[in-house]
């Protein structure tokens, strides 16, 4: 313990130098790092999703920084400090761990995701139970995590198969107004038909936004290769024929398989 303490020790240290003597760190504000830190949290997500733990630790790294540097801004404009951040997380997680600071029972990990939310709507500030979901987050995570959220408080199907039906009925709507030709309400019922399957996904025990982000990459990794085997044989992509694309990209798979 005492060696962590030093090494975050130090990093605070570091985080007061760079404020007092650097004129890119002096400039900063939590304005101007806002985006650097969504920045950081996606390439986390990539090292995590890359499964590097090289890779996440050094992200992890680049996170804390900001939230240092976030902390020592803070600090200088007298709203808060690390200690009030440290102290404000423990205090956070003391409470909403009844079954392990209190003497509440839980059964499995579903009890402490439901009382989890139904402490967060008894807090200060709590007037919603979705109130709590950033507005920007990605629709798709956004989806997610309102479900979550709702089925924290009971308010969910009950079996798997319902959901599946659900998915087979927005299917079928869709379908209908592609026939109809109606722009509007496709985008209506494709919409419904995506929370439907980020739905299922979380019955199913799948993570959404990580599954897509595979399929992209796989996607990418397979098209890349196309390209390449283009380049090789002296064509530009353009030239290739489906049936020689489709040839490559089957190559990719086969080779992925290996």
């Not at 920045?39 to 992890?60: F, G, H, Q, R, V």
């Not at 869709?174 to 299922?200: C, H, T």
Request: aromatic share 8%; proline share 2%.
């Amino acid at each position: 313990m005492d060696e962590k303490l030093a090494a975050f020790g130090r990093l605070l240290t570091i985080m007061d130098e760079l404020r007092a003597g650097c004129p890119w760190d002096k400039k900063q504000t939590f304005e101007s790092l806002r985006y650097l830190t969504i920045e950081e949290t996606y390439e986390l997500s990539d090292a995590i999703l890359e499964n590097s733990p090289k890779e996440i630790c050094k992200e992890l790294g680049d996170l804390m920084l900001h939230l240092v540097f976030y902390a020592k801004i803070g600090s200088e404009t007298g709203d808060f400090d690390i200690k009030d951040v440290l102290d404000g997380i423990a205090e956070k997680l003391i409470v909403r761990h009844p079954h392990i600071y209190s003497n509440v029972q839980v059964a499995d990990d579903e009890d402490v995701k439901n009382n989890w939310e139904k402490i967060k709507l008894k807090e200060k500030g709590r007037k919603t139970v979705l109130g709590g979901v950033p507005t920007s987050l990605p629709a798709m995570v956004k989806a997610f995590r309102m479900q979550e959220k709702a089925r924290g408080v009971g308010f969910d199907w009950k079996e798997t198969a319902q959901v599946w039906e659900k998915v087979n009925e927005e299917i079928g709507e869709l379908q209908q107004e592609v026939a109809r030709g109606d722009v509007a309400a496709m985008e209506k019922e494709f919409g419904d038909l995506l929370f439907s399957l980020v739905n299922y996904a979380r019955f199913i025990g799948v993570n959404p936004e990580d599954a897509l982000e595979r399929t992209n990459r796989k996607f990418m990794r397979r098209f890349n290769y196309i390209e390449e085997q283009a380049r090789k044989n002296g064509n530009a992509l353009h030239q290739l024929s489906l049936e020689q694309m489709d040839g490559f990209w089957n190559e990719a798979k086969r080779e992925e398989e290996k």
